[in-house]
Protein backbone atom coordinates (compact mmCIF):
# COMPACT_ATOMS: atom_id res chain seq x y z
CA UNK A 1 0.00 0.00 0.00
CA UNK A 2 3.20 2.37 0.92
CA UNK A 3 4.37 1.42 -2.09
CA UNK A 4 1.65 2.70 -4.14
CA UNK A 5 1.06 5.67 -2.17
CA UNK A 6 4.87 6.77 -2.61
CA UNK A 7 4.63 6.16 -7.09
CA UNK A 8 1.21 8.05 -6.55
CA UNK A 9 2.99 10.88 -4.62
CA UNK A 10 6.14 10.80 -7.35
CA UNK A 11 3.66 10.50 -10.58
CA UNK A 12 2.14 13.72 -9.00
CA UNK A 13 5.62 15.39 -8.66
CA UNK A 14 7.08 14.28 -12.07
CA UNK A 15 3.51 15.27 -13.61
CA UNK A 16 4.24 19.13 -11.99
CA UNK A 17 7.44 19.14 -12.95
CA UNK A 18 7.00 18.50 -16.68
CA UNK A 19 3.85 21.03 -16.84
CA UNK A 20 6.02 23.44 -15.28
CA UNK A 21 9.11 23.10 -17.88
CA UNK A 22 6.45 23.48 -20.55
CA UNK A 23 4.94 26.17 -19.44
CA UNK A 24 8.23 28.30 -18.54
CA UNK A 25 8.64 26.92 -22.04
CA UNK A 26 5.77 28.87 -23.71
CA UNK A 27 6.17 32.26 -21.57
CA UNK A 28 10.05 32.56 -22.90
CA UNK A 29 8.60 31.63 -26.49
CA UNK A 30 5.82 34.51 -25.82
CA UNK A 31 8.30 36.63 -24.69
CA UNK A 32 10.97 36.04 -27.19
CA UNK A 33 8.19 36.60 -30.07
CA UNK A 34 6.96 39.49 -28.22
CA UNK A 35 10.50 41.05 -28.19
CA UNK A 36 11.33 40.45 -32.07
CA UNK A 37 8.17 42.74 -33.18
CA UNK A 38 6.75 42.72 -36.49
CA UNK A 39 8.59 41.96 -39.72
CA UNK A 40 8.00 45.68 -40.73
CA UNK A 41 9.76 46.76 -37.95
CA UNK A 42 12.91 44.49 -38.82
CA UNK A 43 15.77 46.93 -40.28
CA UNK A 44 18.33 44.16 -41.67
CA UNK A 45 20.88 47.44 -43.35
CA UNK A 46 24.43 46.64 -42.29
CA UNK A 47 26.13 49.88 -41.31
CA UNK A 48 29.88 50.48 -41.61
CA UNK A 49 31.31 52.64 -39.55
CA UNK A 50 34.44 55.03 -40.46
CA UNK A 51 36.46 58.37 -39.99
CA UNK A 52 37.40 61.18 -41.54
CA UNK A 53 39.65 64.19 -41.15
CA UNK A 54 37.09 67.67 -41.57
CA UNK A 55 39.25 71.17 -42.00
CA UNK A 56 37.33 73.17 -39.40
CA UNK A 57 35.78 76.33 -41.54
CA UNK A 58 35.37 79.89 -39.98
CA UNK A 59 32.38 79.75 -37.85
CA UNK A 60 32.34 76.31 -37.45
CA UNK A 61 31.28 74.48 -33.87
CA UNK A 62 31.39 71.06 -32.96
CA UNK A 63 27.22 71.39 -32.62
CA UNK A 64 27.71 72.72 -36.37
CA UNK A 65 29.40 69.90 -37.59
CA UNK A 66 27.60 67.21 -35.92
CA UNK A 67 24.40 68.54 -37.00
CA UNK A 68 26.00 68.25 -40.73
CA UNK A 69 27.25 64.82 -40.12
CA UNK A 70 25.34 63.20 -37.77
CA UNK A 71 22.49 60.43 -38.03
CA UNK A 72 19.61 59.76 -36.19
CA UNK A 73 19.82 56.17 -36.73
CA UNK A 74 22.97 55.35 -34.26
CA UNK A 75 22.59 58.97 -32.72
CA UNK A 76 19.78 59.89 -30.40
CA UNK A 77 21.37 63.54 -30.08
CA UNK A 78 23.28 65.87 -31.21
CA UNK A 79 25.23 66.07 -28.13
CA UNK A 80 25.28 62.56 -28.10
CA UNK A 81 27.64 62.63 -31.39
CA UNK A 82 29.18 66.09 -29.89
CA UNK A 83 30.79 63.93 -27.43
CA UNK A 84 32.03 61.44 -29.38
CA UNK A 85 33.82 64.05 -31.78
CA UNK A 86 35.50 65.25 -28.52
CA UNK A 87 36.48 62.16 -27.44
CA UNK A 88 37.94 61.11 -31.06
CA UNK A 89 40.03 64.14 -30.79
CA UNK A 90 40.57 64.51 -26.76
CA UNK A 91 38.78 67.57 -26.42
CA UNK A 92 38.69 67.45 -22.51
CA UNK A 93 38.01 70.29 -21.37
CA UNK A 94 37.25 72.69 -24.49
CA UNK A 95 35.13 72.61 -26.91
CA UNK A 96 37.37 75.18 -28.61
CA UNK A 97 38.14 74.91 -32.32
CA UNK A 98 39.71 76.93 -34.56
CA UNK A 99 39.75 77.89 -38.44
CA UNK A 100 41.96 75.47 -40.53
CA UNK A 101 42.17 72.68 -37.82
CA UNK A 102 41.88 68.93 -38.84
CA UNK A 103 39.52 67.06 -36.37
CA UNK A 104 38.68 63.39 -36.76
CA UNK A 105 35.28 62.79 -37.14
CA UNK A 106 32.58 59.56 -37.69
CA UNK A 107 30.18 58.68 -39.84
CA UNK A 108 27.93 55.32 -41.33
CA UNK A 109 27.44 53.82 -44.53
CA UNK A 110 25.79 51.00 -46.00
CA UNK A 111 28.34 50.87 -48.65
CA UNK A 112 31.90 48.45 -47.76
CA UNK A 113 34.95 50.77 -48.36
Known sequence: MRTLI????RTKIVCAFILAAVMVLFIS???IRSKAGSPAEYD???YYKYTTMYRVCSGDTLTSIAEQYMDDVHY???SEYVSEIRQMNQMYFSD???AGELISICYYSTEYK
Open 6 to 9: NMNR
Open 29 to 31: AFA
Open 44 to 46: DTV
Open 76 to 78: SSV
Open 96 to 98: EIK
